[in-house]
C-alpha cells in the first residue's frame, strides 16, 4: 500500500493487500453506549408521556424553546404554500423528478404489485391478496443538510403502493424551515407532516401521540440516534433498515475522464466522514490520473473538509491484475452504489452480483440516480446489498395468502394434513382436517 496525498493507493498483488483492504472497509454498525442509553430514554419518555415528552426533547435538541405541537405541525396548505413560494426552476425540477421517480415505481407496481390466483385441478382456488399498508412514517434528514430527495424517495412509492396516510417528521434545528423540503412533501402527496427529529420522532411515529399519529413502517435514513430508535422500536412497527454511512464504487477501465469519475468519488464522501469512496481499476495511471484531480479538484468544493476526511479515513485506490477480479472484489464489498465507468459496461455487468444499484457507462453518474433518474436512492449499505434491495413499492404493501378449498379438495389435502398432523402430535390439527372427509360432521 502506497499513501499520499488525499487517499491510499492498494495493489492486490501485495502480499498485505488483504490486511489493508479489511482495515479501510471496517465499520462498526454499533453504536456507543451512550448514545444506546440516551435513546432508551427518550423513547420510554415519549411512550410514557407522549407530546408532553416530544415537546421537552424538541425545545432542547432543536433549540425551540418556545415550540408547541401547534407549531411543530405542518398542514397540508404549508407544504402547497412553500411549493408556490419557490424559483420556477426549483418547482419545474421537483415536478420532474417526482414525475420521474413515480413512474419508475409505477412499473414496479403493475410487476409485482398486484393481487392474482388460480384455480388448480381439484377446484381449490390459491392466491396472494396484495394490499397496501394503512399509514407510514417518514424519516427525513435535517441536520448537516437539507434533502427534499428523500422525501420523494420514500413519500413517492408509498403513495404509489397505495398508502392513504403519509406522516413526515423532519427536524427543523432552530426554527428553521427548508421550504424546498416542505414543497418536495406537497409535490409527493405528504399527508402530515411534523418539525420534529431524533430518538424521539421515531418514538412517537411508533407508539403515537396525542399529536403525532402511530404508523405501520418507519422509512427514511437518520444519524446514529434514529438507527439505534428504529432498531428498537422494529417490531411495534415495520422499519426499512438500519442504514450505515454512504458508499461508493466506480469500477474503471480508464475510458472515462479522470475528473468525472473523481468527482462521483466526491459525491459521496460529502456526505459525511464516515462515507466510503472506493475506485477499483486495472490501471495504475488511471489511477494516478484520477488522484491528481481528486486533489485539484477538492479544493472548489464547499465541503471539502468534511470529503477530505472521509477519504483519508475509509477511501481508497484499489489497483487490480484486472477487470474481472475488480468486479470479483466489488462483489465482496456489495456497496450501495456502483459505477461501471467503462465503454463496455454491458461487458462487466454481468458480473456483478451484489450492489444496491448500478450505474452503467461514463454518463451515468450515481447523483442522477440521487435525485431524478427513477429508481430508488434508499439503499442496502454496510455490504447488506448481498441480501437486502431497494426501497420500493413492495415495502409499503403486504401480502395475504388466500386459501379456498372445494369439497373434492378436502379429501386429499385432508389425508395430506392428517397425516402430517399426526405425525407431529398436534390432534387438533389431524382431526380438523379429518371432520371434512367425506364430509363428516
Sequence with gaps: MSQSGLLPTLRTTDADFEAHFAARLQWSAQTDDAIES???QLIAEVRARGDEALLEATRHFDRMPNASMASLTLDTEAMAAAFASLPAAQRDALQAAAERVRAYHQRQLQACGQSWQYTDDQGNVLGQKVTPLDRVGIYVPGGKAAYPSS????????????VTEIVMVVPTPGGERNPLVLAAAHVAGVTQAFAIGGAQAIAALAYGTATVPRVDKITGPGNAYVASAKRRVFGQVGIDMIAGPSEILVLADGTTPADWVAMDLFSQAEHDELAQSVLLCPNADYLEAVHQAMQRL???????????ASLQGRGMLVHTRSMEEACAISNRIAPEHLEI?????????????????????AYTSESLGDYCAGPNHVLPTSGTARFSSPLGVYDFQKRSSLIQVSAAGAQQLGQVASVLARGEGLQAHARAAEMRLNNEG
Design 298 to 308: 477538492l479544493p472548489e468544493l464547499p465541503r471539502a473538509d468534511i470529503v477530505r
Design 341 to 361: 465507468a467503462s465503454n463496455e459496461p454491458a461487458r462487466w455487468e454481468p458480473l456483478v452480483r451484489h450492489a444496491g444499484a448500478i450505474f452503467l457507462g
Design 151 to 162: 422525501v420523494l424517495m420514500n413519500a413517492v412509492p408509498a403513495q404509489v403502493a397505495g
Design 38 to 40: 440516551r435513546v432508551a
